[in-house]
């Protein structure tokens, strides 16, 4: 792969000096004219796709120091600039050419403005990526995408239909075929979940743009080690598995501002990534797919809303913001070439749709919001019910407006394999507008996505998880839970879940930096996290991190005094690093270094018939068994329960395991989750109850016991 390194430097005179860039410059206006745009457009040196970029711009003149922001405009996906250096750096993930306007602000407000282009080439490729285009070999399990051009001077260009049929090297019969989308200028692209290594063709059609009409190609794919998408296993609907044929266990931790284009998230959402991936995170979600996770919460954060502005600022649902889409694609991308065993769970429509979609209708909100909603149909209601703002209007989106948003999104995403959805978040299942969008879109998803990602929506705050009729199972592949004090995983049994065949996921607890005092508003987080991934996994689940939801900070930098969090209950949390990601790193590696599949397990904590625990807790061990051949247990050893939960330092961990029915010989293992310290026990005769004491004092601790192979029986001659 072509790496490379670009820099550059670009003298910018604040106001009241003069402006250079390059040999170019002209006198500033009199100081009392006020700031004014200095100097004719000009280009940074050009970059390229996956090479690293540096360009520092110098602003000269005024009072120091300067603040540097792009002030309209956007930057090549990929890179940021820097508001206190005036460095623009980062990695570029798409082509093309970028127009941008950066100001200089001195100390004292002074400002100058000046517009730039950067040039973005293509990567130029050695080897194959999980993320492809046009005549470049393809991966498998990857995704491949084709460039079209077409008639953009068409009243509307998203209306254009255009399709492409894909068909694989195993022939017509697995012909996949999917629409092209506009992506502004004349370009249109089509993309493809790449499932069989070999010679692909496609070809299009497009009755109404004869550009994009009657094209045709081939590309080559090669066998890779990629996963491919997570499914429902085939024969545990409560396990995952990724298209290679490999278990999956989702470690996960809330990104929501992942896309974000706000500044800051910019500049750090690449070093975010990379953090997770050093901590053991395979998941980051739940994610905005555009922005955030709705309108007005975190106001700098902007919204998760796919269509584009009107010149009134009202949306046009006849169109989408493809700098959102762009913006996230570019991050998306990245991720998929850089992590490709990185998942992120994509939340596709932001949290006040729900009342929109179809128009409100609450058969059981008290007279005075009917009254308002009848006689002042416009009114911005702020209602503690619903916990965000409410627009009460009886107008719904048009199902052609529907149909088409959701289109597009199948579209422009539905080939990335390293995506699972979310329909949206905080979802009101007391009201039926809100039942009725979540079904809609499950639905629609599950009838014209062609390769069937996860599915599912998270309901507010304890109300359990209401999606699960037998026409819900039809579209809805994981239950996703928001609650709180979730180490013991007692949801899934408050919720009435044991036996709903789906993956139940704990997609948000209260976060680490949210409520409460300083450093966190958990004693212990380090522990409180860790016992919840791990009785969450061997309870047949998964479990969520969450640290600082409002921001996106990588998570090694937390306590840096320049990356500001006030909590929403009021806390000033800057400087105060967080701790709940510190030994998860140690959850996925103990599965995988070991080639455990917990599809073929069931839990069963009623196995471990009497254990050590402090007087007034009531936690218990979680146990997962393969029928009698093997038997994990997790003992928390903890001296205390929700918030203010810690293990227990004067204690040992030790438990007495029912093995009536487990004959033979049993291999025994200890681990510590805490640090990943591993220590073998002698072996132990099945058939009875068994005693087990850990050993190491002050720890949470996992046991392991494995069938051991029988001695060949030898026959005398």
Not at 518 to 534: I, L, V
Request: charged residues 15%.
């Amino acid at each position: 792969m072509c790496r490379g390194r670009v820099a550059a430097t670009l003298v910018l005179r604040a106001a009241l000096a003069v402006l250079t860039v390059g040999c170019e410059h002209r006198q500033a206006p009199d100081a009392r004219a006020g700031p004014q745009l200095l100097g004719p457009n000009s280009s940074l040196p050009s970059g390229q796709v996956q090479a690293s970029y540096s360009a520092m711009l110098t602003a000269i003149g005024g009072t120091p120091p300067y603040f540097w922001t792009v002030f309209s405009g956007q930057l090549p996906n990929g890179l940021s600039l820097a508001p206190s250096t005036g460095v623009i750096s980062g990695t570029p993930t798409l082509a093309g050419s970028f127009t941008f306007v950066v100001q200089a602000r001195d100390s004292v407000g002074g400002t100058a403005s000046f517009g730039l282009t950067l040039n973005i080439a293509s990567q130029q490729i050695t080897d194959p990526t999980p993320f492809s285009m046009d005549t470049v070999t393809a991966m498998k399990f990857g995704t491949h995408e084709i460039v079209l051009k077409g008639n953009s001077s068409v009243a509307n260009p998203f209306d254009t239909v255009a399709k492409v049929r894909f068909v694989p090297p195993s022939g017509p019969r697995n012909a996949v075929t999917v629409r092209a989308f506009y992506d502004g200028g004349n370009t249109w692209r089509a993309r493809v979940y790449v499932t069989e290594a070999g010679t692909w063709r496609w070809e299009s059609s497009a009755p109404t743009d004869s550009g994009l009409n009657a094209n045709s190609g081939t590309f080559s794919a090669v066998n890779s080690k990629l996963r491919g998408l997570l499914k429902k296993d085939s024969r545990n609907p409560k396990a995952w598995r990724s298209d290679d044929g490999r278990w999956f266990v989702g470690v996960s931790d809330t990104a929501w501002l992942l896309f974000s284009r706000d500044p800051q998230v910019a500049q750090n959402w690449q070093p975010y990534v990379n953090d997770d991936a050093a901590h053991g995170i395979n998941v980051l979600g739940p994610v905005g797919s555009l922005e955030s996770w709705g309108t007005e919460d975190v106001p700098h954060a902007g919204n998760n809303e796919p269509w584009a502005e009107s010149a009134d600022s009202q949306p046009d649902y006849t169109r989408y913001d493809l700098v959102k889409f762009q913006n996230a694609e570019g991050r998306l991308i990245w991720i998929l070439n850089n992590h490709p065993e990185m998942f992120v769970q994509s939340m596709l429509f932001g949290t006040q749709v729900q009342w929109s979609w179809r128009g409100l209708r609450f058969l059981s909100v008290k007279r005075r919001l009917l009254w308002i909603l009848k006689n002042y149909p416009r009114m911005l209601v702020r209602s503690a019910l619903f916990g965000t703002p409410v627009h009460a209007s009886r107008s719904a989106l048009p199902q052609s407006v529907r149909n088409n948003t959701m289109d597009y999104m199948i579209a422009r995403w539905s080939a990335f394999p390293n995506l699972l959805w979310l329909v949206s978040e905080d979802q009101d299942t007391t009201a039926r507008a809100t039942l009725a969008f979540n079904r809609e879109v499950g639905n629609y998803f599950a009838a014209h996505e062609p390769w069937n990602h996860l599915m599912s929506t998270e309901p507010n705050r304890y109300q359990g998880f209401l999606f699960t009729t037998p026409s819900d199972l039809k579209w809805v592949s994981y239950i996703c839970l928001q609650d709180t004090g979730s180490p013991e995983a007692r949801q899934i049994q408050k919720f009435a879940l044991e036996t709903v065949p789906l993956q139940p996921m704990m997609c948000e607890d209260h976060y680490e930096q949210d409520y409460g005092g300083t450093p966190s508003g958990k004693s212990n987080p380090r522990f409180y996290y860790r016992w919840s991934m791990w009785s969450w996994i061997l309870s047949g689940g998964s479990a969520n991190y969450g640290g600082r939801y409002g921001v996106l900070h990588p998570y090694s930098q937390t306590g840096r005094p320049d990356l500001a969090w006030i909590g929403p209950g009021g806390t000033n949390y800057t400087s105060y690093q967080l701790r709940g990601l510190d030994s998860i790193r140690y959850v996925e590696s103990y599965f995988s270094r070991r080639n455990i599949d917990l599809s073929s397990f069931q839990s069963d904590d009623g196995l471990v018939v009497s254990y050590t625990i402090k007087t007034g807790c009531s936690w218990r061990p979680k146990l997962m068994r393969r029928g009698t051949r093997e038997f994990i247990i997790y003992d928390p050893n903890a001296d205390s329960q929700g918030a203010s939960s810690s293990v227990d330092p004067t204690t040992t961990a030790s438990m007495t395991v029912d093995l009536t029915s487990a004959q033979g010989p049993f291999q025994v293992e200890w681990y510590r989750p805490d640090d990943g310290i591993t220590q073998s026990a002698r072996m132990v005769q099945g058939g009875a109850l068994k005693h087990f004491a850990a050993p190491w004092q002050g720890y949470d601790v996992v046991l392991r016991l494995v069938s051991a192979p029988r001695p060949a029986t030898l026959i005398k001659p």
